[in-house]
């Protein structure tokens, strides 16, 4: 028999899973308003990639948004994940694909570097 700390706990992580992860929203949980919500947090991801890499979305224009939302659905957020970390994940995944040049230099925030 789970207590019921043990059962709260896993409706937690289902809806973290819902959210973040596109999982299936525990019982009781209006899937409308779940998937409100994960349109809202994916679209807070994107501009905090935006920010870290403001190169990216100037380089891609219009279609930043479009390829975030392929890659997000692709790599969904998970607990740990740093953001910095995600927007060179995002940046190395666009360059990939080619829709991204390889810089010559290495971006750092503030400033280019030269890679070793």
């Not at 870290?52 to 975030?68: K, M, N, S, T, V």
């Not at 939302?69 to 940046?91: I, M, Q």
Request: hydrophobic share 40%; net charge positive; proline share 6%.
């Amino acid at each position: 028999m789970t207590s019921a700390r043990e059962r709260l706990a896993a409706q937690q992580g289902e809806l973290l899973r819902a959210l973040l992860a596109g999982g299936v929203p525990p019982a009781g949980f209006d899937h409308d308003r779940v998937r409100a919500e994960v349109i809202v947090l994916r679209n807070k991801r994107r501009r905090v990639v935006g920010y870290l890499r403001p190169d990216i979305p100037e380089e891609l224009g219009a279609r930043f948004a479009e390829l975030f939302e392929v890659y997000a659905a692709e790599y969904p957020k998970f607990e740990g994940t740093r953001a910095r970390d995600d927007a060179e994940r995002f940046a190395k995944w666009l360059i990939e694909r080619g829709e991204l040049k390889k810089p010559k230099r290495r971006w750092l925030p503030g400033k280019r570097i030269t890679a070793g």
